[in-house]
């Protein structure tokens, strides 16, 4: 809010609101396999750093997945 007077972009926060219903809807979307993530790569923990650097650089098309 503080940059609005000076960038011609709104700046607004937002906060989702997390509905029982919404979840349980999409939660019979997940488990027939209805709805399925895209996934780009999953990285081991120890590789997190170069992840994130995948993700800065704008590489990433799909989610990054860290496994433990």
């Keep these: 809010m503080l940059l609005s007077p000076f ?4 700046v607004r926060t ?3 609101r ?3 219903e919404d979840l ?8 027939p396999g209805k ?3 895209v ?3 999953t990285y081991p923990l ?3 750093p170069a992840a994130i650097r995948r993700l800065a650089e704008g590489r ?3 989610k990054v997945v860290i496994t433990m």
């Design 14 to 16: 937002f906060v989702a």
């Design 24 to 31: 349980r809807f999409l939660g019979e979307l997940i488990d």
């Design 35 to 37: 709805v399925t993530p």
């Design 7 to 10: 960038v011609r972009h709104h």
């Design 46 to 48: 120890a590789e997190a």
């Design 39 to 41: 996934i780009n790569r």
């Design 18 to 20: 997390v509905r029982q």
């Design 60 to 62: 990433v098309r799909g």
